[in-house]
């Protein structure tokens, strides 16, 4: 089982976001582990750091930033380090979306297939480190916390954001490959209350993404699959209706009748009797 570091951890109750600054002369490691209620970002200052995501393998030097959301699995080893680590609950992090007023910024970030980097040239590389050690000074003053963060990341963000591959399809790779997920094992029951758990995000980010990409809350998305899916199964085989409501998650008998109805106009019986597919030579 892979561990998780919870918020607690790297900050206090009610905090704007931590920052940690870190600096070790000797050999230093972190087995794998992911984040549990924060992301975080880290800017390596001095040093060089193997980071390890999964398969993926990362030598950072110095100037190189990091964007490490809650569901990536990852490892670090280095030496002669100094790097800061800036550390957002995740609550918070979603506020920021309406906050900084950079629609779509945050969920590019989020969505991306891998944690995001940035290499930073020189002089960028020196201000982001000072950025950052205001930061470090000011986070324990929260009104001043606030302004400063919103600043930090209105200047840097966009910098990680820039290195993200762009995919000819708009929906972020996580929700795509929930779709195709769910797609596959619809049969197998699957419940709304899954899909944060499946998608590796917050029940509150699906549901802005689902409203955002889709159109409709995940419930209404999923009941629309799942009618869907039933009405294939009608037309297309001799399975009995309760066993097709039982296999695709339904309640009850009723409740997928009324949903069916409100859908397609019909029963289920009376939509499989107008629409089955007839094999060719049978009665």
Do not use: K
Request: charged share 25%.
């Amino acid at each position: 089982m892979i561990p998780s570091i919870p918020l607690a951890a790297v900050a206090s109750a009610g905090a704007v976001f931590a920052v940690q600054r870190v600096e070790l002369p000797g050999a230093w490691s972190f087995d794998e582990h992911r984040h549990r209620g924060f992301c975080e970002i880290a800017f390596l200052a001095r040093g060089r750091i193997v980071h390890r995501f999964g398969d993926r393998v990362l030598q950072h030097d110095p100037g190189t930033m990091v964007f490490i959301r809650e569901r990536d699995v990852h490892a670090l080893e280095g030496e002669g380090l100094l790097f800061y680590n800036l550390n957002l609950p995740t609550a918070e992090w979603w506020r920021l979306d309406a906050f900084l007023g950079e629609a779509g910024l945050l969920e590019a970030l989020e969505g991306a297939d891998a944690a995001p980097v940035a290499v930073l040239d020189a002089g960028a590389s020196q201000r982001c480190h000072e950025h950052l050690a205001e930061l470090f000074l000011a986070q324990h003053d929260r009104q001043r916390a606030r302004r400063m963060l919103a600043g930090f990341l209105l200047a840097w963000l966009p910098v990680l954001a820039a290195g993200i591959s762009r995919h000819r399809d708009p929906r972020p790779a996580w929700l795509v490959q929930l779709i195709e997920e769910v797609e596959a094992r619809l049969e197998a029951g699957v419940r709304v209350a899954d899909l944060p758990r499946r998608a590796g995000v917050t029940p509150a980010h699906l549901a802005r993404s689902f409203r955002r990409h889709l159109g409709c809350t995940p419930s209404t998305w999923l009941t629309g699959r799942r009618i869907e899916r039933a009405a294939l199964l009608l037309t297309h085989t001799q399975r009995d209706l309760a066993d097709i409501a039982d296999a695709l998650g339904f309640a009850s008998r009723s409740w997928f009748h009324a949903a069916f109805r409100r859908r397609h106009g019909l029963s289920p019986a009376a939509f499989r009797s107008r629409h089955a597919v007839r094999v060719a030579g049978s009665a």
